[in-house]
């Protein structure tokens, strides 16, 4: 049973324009949502994240957003840069149990000059 | 600043073979993780280490053991290697308090033929 989905294996996107990557989650004890950027042969790095408290959360280029009713997250990257170009994973916790992460399959983003 | 350090980062092991994965940090951080990612699964977590001297299980804990004997180091152990552990690895370590951003290692490629 998935907790974490990202449906989109992959997203091909312009540089300049927005990307939209998307994320959906089914338990209703997450609390903490963080993505996270995988580049070949290296580790995930972590690059934004939100609290339940909050439907948005900004941080230069990114911009996570928070849909609780939903169940739903995304993340907005503005503009894409070809740096861009990675899988990205989202991720959730649950304060009871804080120190466990739930990823989900990740989404492989192609930023084309 | 080296943050998490995995060795070996590649390794080819034959059916019945045994290894030992290592994992340090130099963060100070008081839980520590070991996941493995497969093609189309994403991240998933293998044991777990919530403080020196502790483990616990994860999703997918069978066919690994693990130590956690110093609170930078936490060990990966596969007693009797199978082709279905073929994968990369990846270590991670975070704050027990506050936001649980988890800092991952460059990852281990390990084959098992």
């Known amino acids: 049973d998935q907790q974490v989905k990202q449906n989109s294996p992959s997203l091909s996107v312009q540089e300049g324009r927005i990307s939209i990557l998307n994320c959906d989650y089914t338990n209703s004890m997450f609390d903490y949502f963080l993505w996270y950027k995988k580049y070949p042969a290296e580790g995930p790095t972590f690059l934004i994240s939100i609290s339940s408290i909050k439907d948005k959360n900004e941080d230069g280029r990114f911009t996570v957003f928070l849909n609780k009713s939903a169940k739903h997250l995304s993340l907005h990257i503005v503009p894409s840069q070809p740096g861009d170009s990675a899988v990205y994973f989202c991720a959730a916790s649950s304060g009871g149990s804080n120190y466990k992460l739930t990823f989900g399959k990740g989404t492989l983003l192609t930023v084309n000059p | 600043n080296a943050g998490v350090t995995q060795t070996p980062k590649f390794r080819v092991l034959k059916t019945g073979q045994s290894m030992t994965l290592l994992c340090a940090q130099d963060m100070n951080h008081e839980y520590m993780y070991w996941y493995r990612q497969d093609p189309g699964m994403g991240l998933r977590l293998i044991h777990y280490s919530v403080g020196e001297g502790t483990t616990a299980k994860g999703e997918v804990p069978d066919g690994y053991n693990v130590s956690r004997l110093k609170k930078q180091n936490f060990l990966l152990g596969l007693e009797s290697a199978a082709p279905s552990q073929t994968s990369v690895y990846f270590c991670?370590?975070?704050?027990?308090?506050?936001?649980?951003?988890?800092?991952f290692g460059a990852g281990t490629r390990l084959s098992v033929l």
């Open positions: 991670a370590s975070s704050y027990s308090r506050g936001q649980n951003i988890q800092y």
